[in-house]
T-cell receptor, first 114, second 113 residues
Framework: NAGVTQTPKFQVLKTGQSMTLQCAQD?????MSWYRQDPGMGLRLIHY???????DQGEVPNGYNVSRSTTEDFPLRLLSAAPSQTSVYFC?????????????FGDGTRLSIL | GENVEQHPSTLSVQEGDSAVIKCTYS??????FPWYKQELGKRPQLIID?????GEKKDQRIAVTLNKTAKHFSLHITETQPEDSAVYFC????????????FGAGTRLTVKP
């Protein structure tokens, strides 16, 4: 069991570029989510999914897209990168179709936008 | 919008002392309250959680208490050790089906040997 795997671990982008952060889990978890973590702040939920084909917005969804075509994968797309999106991004998953279960986090992707 | 307030932002204690971190939330429908520990450069890891039908939960040196009427919950760490030094985050479920999650800003705990 690899748990939650995020790639890449580090990325530097130029303003206006697009990219996809990958997240995969091998625990057959239904619930998956993306957070961003900025210095001095807690984690803020960007988007989440309660199952394949179902996604919804969290607290800070603007500038990001997600899709959930399979149970295992939940990629996060930055449409046109902005310096304000410089952050550490964490993907997390949990068993059931709600957030009331312990979430397993990936190791994070450190993203810098120049 | 719905939010979670966490205090204090930094906490320094002597090894062996107790540490208490407090959080308040605004959504009366919140029903799940996890606590995460995050070491520098690492992923957040769940240390304890509590659901709204329980007032207190304990796991060895760690305990969490919940007051739903006052909408606050607290983390208690007893007999602190240097390896307890980390940033601790509280969180509360919110929204439709409690599928959304709000985190506190974190508490940096330092345990001095």
């Amino acid at each position: 069991n690899a748990g939650v795997t995020q790639t890449p671990k580090f990325q530097v982008l130029k303003t206006g570029q697009s990219m996809t952060l990958q997240c995969a889990q091998d625990m057959n978890h239904e619930y998956m989510s993306w957070y961003r973590q900025d210095p001095g702040m807690g984690l803020r939920l960007i988007h989440y999914s309660v199952g394949a084909g179902i996604t919804d917005q969290g607290e800070v969804p603007n500038g990001y897209n997600v899709s959930r075509s399979t149970t295992e994968d939940f990629p996060l797309r930055l449409l046109s990168a902005a310096p304000s999106q410089t952050s550490v991004y964490f993907c997390a998953s949990s068993w059931f179709r709600d957030s009331n279960q312990p979430q397993h986090f990936g190791d994070g992707t450190r993203l810098s936008i120049l | 919008g719905e939010n979670v307030e966490q205090h204090p932002s930094t906490l320094s204690v002597q090894e062996g002392d107790s540490a208490v971190i407090k959080c308040t939330y605004s959504d009366s429908a919140s029903n799940y309250f996890p606590w995460y520990k995050q070491e520098l450069g690492k992923r957040p890891q769940l240390i304890i959680d509590i659901r709204s039908n329980v007032g207190e939960k304990k796991d060895q040196r760690i305990a969490v208490t919940l007051n739903k009427t006052a909408k606050h919950f607290s983390l208690h760490i007893t007999e602190t050790q240097p390896e307890d030094s980390a940033v601790y985050f509280c969180a509360a479920s919110i929204g439709r089906g409690n599928n959304d999650m709000r985190f506190g800003a974190g508490t940096r705990l330092t345990v001095k040997p």
